[in-house]
């Protein structure tokens, strides 16, 4: 197993809540199946930024995927991550078969951190 590239980020929760107030933005950013696993949460902010900080782990990790392809990265339950379009185009580019993913969220901050490995 080979290190190809690492990557975090931190958010803080309550700026994701006024991001997710942006239609447009929280719908680029989200595919629906991580919208339904946060909302079964009493409070589904943590885990909206836990994903999100898993996205852009992994967009710091690919180099060359802007944000409009977030959506493309799906983050679900324990880190466990699926890639389509331009971002699995550009994983394969790279070499990368897998990304082992931490995520860690409290109620002010959420963190990721990522490694793609080969």
Do not use: W
């Not at 929760?13 to 009493?42: P, T, W």
């Amino acid at each position: 197993m080979e290190i190809i590239g690492i990557g975090t980020d931190i958010v803080e929760v309550n700026r994701m809540k006024k991001f997710l107030e942006r239609e447009s933005l929280g719908a680029m950013a989200f595919n629906q199946k991580e919208i339904d696993y946060a909302c079964k949460h009493q409070d589904p902010l943590p885990y909206l930024a836990a994903r999100f900080a898993v996205k852009e782990s992994i967009i710091k990790i690919l180099g060359n995927v802007t944000i409009k392809d977030a959506k493309d990265i799906l983050v679900l339950d324990r880190g466990m991550v699926t890639l389509f379009g331009d971002a699995k185009t550009a994983m394969e580019q790279m070499g990368i078969k897998e990304f082992k993913v931490s995520i860690s969220h409290e109620k002010k901050y959420a963190l990721a951190f990522v490694i793609g490995v080969g």
